[in-house]
């Protein structure tokens, strides 16, 4: 081998070199993409579930403030009906009261 077949030698063997490290650049630099891509993707999707989940939450939250709305509206009914039915009663019994002691100082006379 003479001095220009070793120099073109080295010459593709260099460039052949350096295409394979082009290319596995290349590579690297696709694979980095994919990987940025997915890590994107995934944020997103993550963000998408948590926002799903708060309105969710926040629609539990105006059902349950609505319920509960609800039993203190029917809790004040039942209350007013209980006082006024203890105001019958102590009326009805005030009237008795009174009956029996016109009864007995009618009995005394």
Known sequence: MNGEQVVEEMET???AALRHLKETVRALRDRLEEN????????????RETKD???QLRQ???VLRAELES????????L????????AEIR????TVIELRRR??????
């Open 13 to 15: 063997h260099d460039g």
């Open 71 to 78: 039993q203190r509206i029917s809790y004040q009914g039942v």
């Open 53 to 55: 989940e708060i309105r």
């Open 80 to 87: 007013q009906e209980q006082r006024r039915l203890a105001c």
């Open 36 to 47: 940025q891509s997915e890590k994107e993707e995934a944020v997103q999707r993550a963000v």
């Open 104 to 109: 007995l100082e009618q009995a005394e006379e």
């Open 60 to 62: 539990t939250i105006r």
């Open 92 to 95: 009805e019994l005030e009237a």
